[in-house]
């Protein structure tokens, strides 16, 4: 397939550049680099030996898009780009509306007008809300989301619900994604984020390699085992494959929803228990108050995944923690 990757210089979006490349399919991405780097790419080009194709243009800008469209013969899209940083959609909504709902209203006019109906959309756990018992299932309600970031995925989930009611030549598919982390095993390419890092892993590793000064647990007092939050953390190789999967069943028109989780939780504590222990870096950390808006706990049930795509994360924690610190060792200062 020739598969248009939205945010493809991103941290997840590289990862499934390869696997994509590694299957065997053509690629053209489209990134703003608001948040990604073309070096992402390159190196996506020396893992694989094979070639990508970069368009550098906001999804936003139409008249590009739909150039982009015409100078490529594209089979189908997987859609990363937009904003993901959960306490800035607080303070600049319009921001994340604009760019993840309306960003994504765009790319599907011109995916109708190049006639391409296949999408695989990244949606998040966050979808399933406040109330959601755990652990969570695709055929539950979306629930009550906390913020524009949250409430960002969920629009656009509706919306390509409605899309695939009124014209039946759709075929969607809705990935919602735990805590990715981890980075390709050769430690070439990673998660590289702008400034202080909002989420556990790359805090942990940036604190590891001497970046930061230590780490702070946010809550210790949560009904979990240890008293810190809990949650499904991810291999992003894992998820990139799932992506692959996902996009090579996708034939049939409709919509197709999937937890891309292991369906099991850790702790924070367990995070940098484990990461000291496999590293042999020690992590120094202390309590903080709770962060708003964080749940104590939550993981996924993937069986829906399992059995439909026959995807699971193979990859385990230790896998995980090796890998961050291969890459944030290899690249202490990421891709600058
Ligand atoms: P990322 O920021 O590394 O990648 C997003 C990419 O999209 C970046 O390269 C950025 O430059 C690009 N981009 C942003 N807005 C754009 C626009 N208007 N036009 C073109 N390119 C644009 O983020 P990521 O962690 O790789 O996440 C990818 C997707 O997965 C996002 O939609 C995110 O919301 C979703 N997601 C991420 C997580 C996570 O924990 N990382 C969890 C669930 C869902
Ligand atoms: C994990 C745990 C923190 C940083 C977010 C988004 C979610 C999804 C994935 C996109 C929590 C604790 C963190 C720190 C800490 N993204 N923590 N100290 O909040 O589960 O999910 O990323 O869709 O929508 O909300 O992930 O990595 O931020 O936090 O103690 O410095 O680590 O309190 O319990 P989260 P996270």
């Known amino acids: 397939m020739n598969v248009l990757v939205t945010g493809g210089a991103g941290y997840i979006g590289s ?74 959609s607080v303070n600049v909504p319009l921001a994340y509306y604009d760019n993840n709902v309306h960003g994504t209203t765009v790319l599907c006019e011109a995916m109708a007008a190049a006639g391409v109906f296949k999408l695989v959309f990244s949606s998040s756990a966050t979808v399933y809300g406040v109330e959601a018992p755990v652990p969570y299932q695709e055929d539950m309600p979306r629930g009550t989301t906390l913020n524009p970031y949250g409430t960002s995925k969920a629009m656009v989930e509706t919306i390509l619900e409605d899309l695939c009611k009124a014209d039946d030549r759709w075929a969607v598919s809705l990935l919602r994604y735990f805590n990715p982390i981890g980075a390709h095993p050769s430690g070439l390419i990673g998660e590289d984020p702008q400034g202080i890092p909002n989420n556990l892993m790359p805090f942990i590793s940036q604190v590891a390699i001497g970046r930061r000064d230590g780490l702070s647990i946010f809550g210790s007092d949560y009904p979990t085992e240890d008293g810190t939050c ?22 049939d028109p409709g919509v197709y929803t999937y937890n891309l989780g292991t369906g099991s939780g850790v702790s924070v504590l367990e995070m940098v228990k484990t990461f000291t222990e496999v590293t042999e870096v020690d992590v ?42 291969c890459w944030q060792s290899k690249n202490p200062e990421g891709y600058s």
């Not at 608001?34 to 008249?63: H, P, W, Y």
């Not at 706990?297 to 993937?302: K, L, M, P, Q, T």
């Open 15 to 88: 990862h499934s550049v390869a696997e994509l490349l590694e299957a065997g399919h053509d690629v053209v991405v489209v990134d703003n680099l608001c948040n990604g780097s073309e070096q992402a790419l390159r190196r996506v080009e020396g893992i694989t030996g094979k070639s990508v194709s970069f368009e550098e243009c906001d999804i936003r800008d139409r008249e590009s898009l739909g150039r982009v469209f015409g100078n490529h013969d594209i089979d189908a899209v997987i859609h990363f780009a937009g904003l993901k940083a959960v306490g800035e």
């Open 230 to 251: 809990v949650r499904d953390y991810l291999h992003v190789v894992d998820l990139a494959v799932g992506h692959l999967k996902a996009l090579e069943r996708l034939s």
């Open 284 to 325: 120094p950390y202390r309590f903080a108050p709770p962060r708003d808006g964080d749940l104590p706990a939550f993981w996924a049930d993937s069986s829906k995944a399992q059995e439909e795509l026959g995807w699971c994360a193979e990859k385990g924690l230790e896998e995980m923690m090796r890998d961050t610190w």
